[in-house]
């Protein structure tokens, strides 16, 4: 049975017409629940040879190192490193794609946590060692802070390469300047705002109403023409 406004008692017209006015901004706001849901990417660039890159630290055995510029035997061994947070636990998937511009033969490391205090969660080391050059590559993290370490092949973290220590231990200065190219890199970090692709049960309530209203304002609507 289809409900209309024009047969509906008064009493009860007076109580959805408000609703009915409201159903525009209800609308926007499922849609812009839905644009949330949408993934979002974050992009690093740079070069490792770029005097003005505030990203950039020294190889060592404890950070913060000083970058060094004097030449590409230095920039190899120069790190770049950047924080991003996550809002709760998703898969996200970690790009390079500098390479293929002429860029550095990349080794990409992922630390939890913003400061040097941060510990090893995973690299590119398989895929560096064996086939090199740009990669992706999925992790899945939990919610929190976290640090991207992007390098050259294969100036690898102490943490990683001893298998215990944190961030601030430095990095190895196993850089080679034959896979230093022009020294750029391009990475970038994917992941989903809502991890959960479900519906929760209020959106789904909010979703059967705005239904339910717009049949409504549609049945008010084509009924209008045939009032005398």
């Known amino acids: 049975m ?23 901004a ?9 644009q949330a849901a949408q993934a979002s990417t974050l992009s690093f660039t740079g ?11 020294g190889s060592g055995f404890a950070l913060p190192t000083p970058a060094l510029f004097a030449s590409s035997d230095d920039y190899v061994n120069n790190v770049a490193l950047y924080h991003f947070t996550l809002a ?10 500098g390479f293929a511009a002429g860029g ?20 590119n080391y398989f895929h560096a060692i064996s086939v090199g050059g740009d990669f992706d590559q999925v992790l899945n993290l939990l919610a929190g802070d976290y640090t991207l370490a992007i390098g050259a092949f294969e100036n690898l973290s102490y943490a990683e390469n001893l298998g215990f220590g944190t961030l601030g231990d430095g990095f190895t200065g196993f850089g080679d300047s034959r896979y230093l190219f022009n020294a750029s890199y391009d990475v970038s970090v994917t992941t989903d705002a809502v991890v959960n692709d ?21 049945a008010r609507a084509r009924r209008a023409p045939e009032r005398p």
């Open 26 to 34: 209800l609308l926007a706001g499922l849609l812009f629940s839905a």
């Open 47 to 57: 070069s490792l040879g770029d005097s003005t890159n505030s990203a950039l630290v």
């Open 88 to 97: 709760s636990a998703t898969a996200v998937t970690i790009s390079s794609s």
């Open 104 to 123: 550095v033969d990349p080794y990409v490391s992922v630390f939890a946590g913003a400061d040097y205090g941060a510990t090893f969660v995973d690299s």
């Open 198 to 218: 479900v519906p929760e049960p209020d959106s789904v309530a909010l979703v059967a109403i705005a239904l339910t209203l717009a049949g409504l304002g549609t």
């Open 2 to 24: 289809r409900i209309d406004l024009e047969t509906m008692p008064s009493a009860a017209a007076r109580l959805v017409k408000p609703v009915l006015r409201l159903l525009p």
